[in-house]
């Protein structure tokens, strides 16, 4: 079996499983605690909460702000998913460290936008499993939900209420 028969068996034999989130989804909620710091809520009861706040000179700078949030899920999915890759292709990985790097630009109203995403993986791999690993680079950015959704672009509807 190739490493990418068996990616794909490991990602259907998941939704099988009846862990995928397809059709499903989820909701998470926020309130407002002070200024423009946030308490995020998750839908699972065993999900801690987390903070959010903005940078100055807007923000108090207490907590990550939602673009950090948006790199730390897309370095997060990559490096799970090429884990996940991994494994599935037996090669032992002993661990990775990932680092993601954002570039801010400008469009053309001026508005202060995410340019790029850059993520660097750095898996630490058993010895004699670097072959079998490398067969994965084809493979597992195409199985990241979050940056393909990223690069795909997402359709976000908002509604705000009392004011529509």
């Known amino acids: 079996m190739t490493s990418e028969q068996a990616y794909a068996a490991g990602s259907s034999g998941a939704r099988a499983a009846g862990k995928s ?3 499903r989804g989820f909701r ?5 605690i002070q200024d423009y710091r946030f308490r995020v809520r998750f839908d ?6 987390l903070q959010m706040d903005e940078p100055p000179p807007v923000g108090g700078d207490s907590a990550p702000n939602a673009s950090r949030i948006l790199a730390a ?3 997060n999915c990559l490096s799970a998913s090429l884990l ?34 850059g ?13 079998k690993a490398r067969r994965c680079l084809e493979l597992f950015e195409d199985y990241c939900v979050v940056t393909r959704s990223v690069r795909d672009g997402i ?10």
């Not at 998470?28 to 407002?32: A, E």
Request: with cysteine.
């Open 28 to 32: 998470i909620s926020m309130d407002s």
């Open 21 to 23: 989130e397809e059709g």
């Open 73 to 75: 899920a897309v370095g």
């Open 44 to 49: 699972k009861e065993q999900y801690a909460e």
């Open 155 to 164: 359709n976000v509807s908002v509604t705000v209420k009392d004011l529509t």
């Open 119 to 131: 993520v660097t993986i750095d898996p630490r791999l058993s010895s004699g499993d670097k072959e």
């Open 84 to 117: 996940f890759c991994a494994r599935k292709a037996r090669a032992g990985i002993e661990g990775l460290h990932t680092e993601v790097e954002v570039a801010f630009t400008r469009n053309e109203k001026g508005r202060l936008r995410i340019g790029k995403i």
